[in-house]
């Protein structure tokens, strides 16, 4: 990862150059009572018959120089939470505050000067980069778009760029297509960075891309942070990839956060049974921690329709500490331990907050089951890797060579052609924006 560790500042451009108002620590962000319906309509005359409770009623703050992770299941909302802090989405309900500014209800003129400070990284770096534009236009856009000019011109500005984020600024005429994966996440992410911004919030950056791929971006966006002070909003469905990033990790089902603590105390000691459910599913690759897991559970089912969340606690038709308040009351996300909020009428790790409710719902007890500890053993291999793969990077950090790519990135992902091995930190011909069939070609409209 020869360029990675090599990053710099990004140019004062003109005019998008952005005081950090807000010191390190300081709260940078504020969510509260955020909400997000989507109306269901139907008919001719389009009436409204319900709507889906993307996001319903979250409180969170992110502070300046740090990164929360998101996680949760396919559909609990964390997408939407992205679209609406970073104001794609209008919310339905509630607040956003940046440095203390209300920025719920900003127009597209109020929204201008946010959109320098606030970035989005998206899942899917095939589709979110234009085909037809070649990476110095896509990657040059954001000047175009907030008319700034920075210092030495656009052109050079852009080629710096790509050298932050580890690609060939040589290739700057090239078009997506003719990137792997992971080079094309390094796109997306040299311009969310182009302008400088304080906060960035990552969808599912590293999703799309193969395990070993994972960890380079991963340990890019890493990098970044440090030399650049950004804060990450990172949202992933597996906790493997936020474990080594995060400093804090919200814990979303159906639209809520069920547990919201700093990283460590989360992996150590989960208080939510949902939290300890997806850690359960994606094993700790510690050796020493192998007796911890006493047991195991496994979800069963789906995630409810988010059309009609359960009564009560929104997980109580998958928990197996269910109980009849868990159907009837709702229970609040509260500070249970220093550093750690949770919603949950009966924690694990802690004394239980209903002690009085002991009787187990019948169906509670068929909504998880153990998982067998071999079956576990194995898989924590399979996390293991991406957690070696991760630490040997952290170690190799300034060692300047970084062939963090395995053989096994030839594989990249299965998604495009361009299957070339991701180059971290190529900057030279080491980068190989294969293309087999179409070799070089520019301009291929896709
Ligand atoms: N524009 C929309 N209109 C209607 N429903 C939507 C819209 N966008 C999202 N939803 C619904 O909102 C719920 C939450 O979706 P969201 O994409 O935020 O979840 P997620 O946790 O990010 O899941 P995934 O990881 O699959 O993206 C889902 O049920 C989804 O179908």
């Known amino acids: 990862m020869s360029e990675d560790k090599a990053v ?7 005019g998008a150059t952005l005081t950090r108002d807000t010191a390190p620590g300081e709260v940078l962000l504020k969510v509260t009572g955020l909400q997000k319906h989507f109306p269901i309509r139907k008919g001719l005359l389009q009436r409204q018959v319900g709507a889906v409770h993307a996001v319903d009623g979250i409180d969170f703050e992110v502070r300046s120089g740090e990164t929360l992770g998101v996680v949760g299941e396919s559909g609990c909302g ?18 956003v505050e940046f ?5 719920t209800h900003l127009g597209v003129g109020g929204m ?25 236009t896509i990657v040059g856009a954001p000047f175009r778009l907030q008319d700034v000019t920075p210092a030495g011109g656009i052109k050079k500005e852009v080629q710096r760029l790509l050298g932050v984020v580890g690609l060939n600024p040589e290739h700057y005429n090239r078009y997506p297509h003719e990137f792997s994966g992971g080079q094309r996440q390094r796109i997306g992410i040299a311009r969310a960075l182009a302008l400088n911004p304080k906060l960035v919030v990552a969808d599912e950056p590293v999703s799309a891309l193969d395990v070993s791929i994972q960890a380079q971006v991963v340990n890019l966006l890493d990098d970044l942070q440090q030399e650049l002070g950004l804060t990450y ?24 956060i069920v547990e919201l603590a700093d990283r460590d105390q989360l992996y150590k000691s989960p208080m939510h049974p949902y939290t300890k459910a997806l850690l359960s599913a994606v094993p700790i690759p510690d050796p020493r921690r192998k007796e911890a897991k006493s047991e195991r559970i496994l979800l069963k089912g789906d995630v409810p329709s988010p059309i009609a969340p359960p009564s009560g606690c929104r997980f109580h038709t998958r928990c197996w500490k269910a109980t009849q308040i868990c159907t009837t009351a ?7 331990r220093p550093g750690q909020q949770v919603a949950c009428h009966h924690p694990e790790n ?11 719902l019948t169906v509670a007890k068929e909504a998880a089951e153990l998982v067998a500890d071999e079956v576990l053993a194995e898989s924590a291999q399979t996390s293991a890797a991406l957690a070696a793969e991760v630490r040997t990077d952290e170690d190799a950090a300034g060692s300047g060579t970084g062939e963090a790519a395995e053989p096994a990135a ?5 998604t495009g052609p361009a299957g070339s091995t991701e180059s971290a930190g190529s900057t030279g011909p080491a980068e190989e924006p294969d293309e087999p069939a179409k070799g070089d070609a520019k301009g291929d409209d896709k």
Do not use: C, W
């Open 78 to 95: 964390k997408s939407t939470m992205g679209r609406l802090i970073t104001r794609l989405l209008e919310p339905t309900a509630g607040k």
């Open 350 to 360: 802690f004394e239980d907050q209903q002690p009085q409710d002991t009787v187990l």
């Open 8 to 14: 710099t500042t990004p140019a004062k451009s003109g």
């Open 330 to 336: 709702e229970p609040p996300l509260v500070e249970l």
């Open 233 to 256: 909003v990172i949202i992933a469905h597996d906790l493997s990839v936020v474990r080594h990033v995060s400093d804090r990790i919200a814990v979303m089902y159906l639209g809520k």
């Open 99 to 103: 440095e203390g500014q209300d920025i």
């Open 112 to 136: 201008r000067p946010l959109r320098r400070d606030v970035q989005m990284i998206f899942q899917d770096p095939y589709s979110s980069l234009n085909p037809r534009h070649t990476i110095g």
């Open 410 to 414: 030839a594989a990249d992902d299965a």
